[in-house]
């Protein structure tokens, strides 16, 4: 090996010692999600990475023509530095995400509650309960049988809606035929 590619070696493998060290500290951020010290530490390993491939390409580039299974575990070698890069600029990316979800769905905001409006047969109210109400029917996390509790709760006492409603026993196939019947029934798409 000519002392250039010895030199390059050298060079290489400090760079390598250096990156081994900040991903391990960085998998230690990472897991106790200190954003500050992760991103201050993935910065670093970028550079750490972007050096090390072109110190490999420089020394793989000399090492081409000569003996192949050392070639070939240089080749190898690089591949496992730069998986383990990409593996931790994955983890980085799902704890930058994380934490922007969380900041963006904890709002300082405080809002009042929304109520259920209450649908009293009028027609012309349908087009705005429906519209309220189809976020409840539409919700994969509420079972029907909650569903058509909160259907019953959204109808003013003693509207035909209501008492059409309450004819259907409370079940989950039961909610399916309510909501037809009070579509059929009300939903008129021209008002």
């Not at 900040?22 to 200190?34: V, W």
């Not at 009293?120 to 049988?145: C, M, V, Y």
Request: hydrophobic share 30%.
């Amino acid at each position: 090996m000519d002392s250039k590619v010895d030199s390059k070696t050298k060079e290489r493998d400090q760079m390598r010692r250096q990156f081994t060290r900040t991903s391990k500290k960085l998998e230690d951020y990472i897991k106790n999600t200190e954003i500050s010290s992760a991103i201050i530490e993935y910065e670093y390993l970028k550079e750490c990475t972007e050096k090390i491939k072109m110190l490999d390409n420089v020394i793989a580039e000399k090492m081409i023509d000569g003996d192949e299974h050392v070639y070939n575990e240089e080749c190898d070698q690089s591949a496992n530095f730069r998986k383990i890069y990409l593996t931790l600029k994955y983890k980085m990316d799902k704890l930058i995400q994380s934490k922007f979800t969380k900041e963006t769905t904890t709002s300082n905001l405080n809002l009042p509650k929304i109520e259920l409006l209450k649908f009293d047969d009028d027609p012309r109210k349908w087009i705005a309960f429906w519209g309220q109400f189809k976020k409840i029917h539409e919700s994969n996390t509420l079972q029907p049988e909650d569903k058509f509790q909160y259907l019953l709760q959204g109808l003013k006492e003693g509207s035909k809606a209501k008492m059409l409603v309450s004819s259907f026993p409370s079940s989950a196939a039961n909610y399916i035929k309510a909501i037809e019947e009070l579509k059929d029934r009300f939903a008129k798409e021209e008002i």
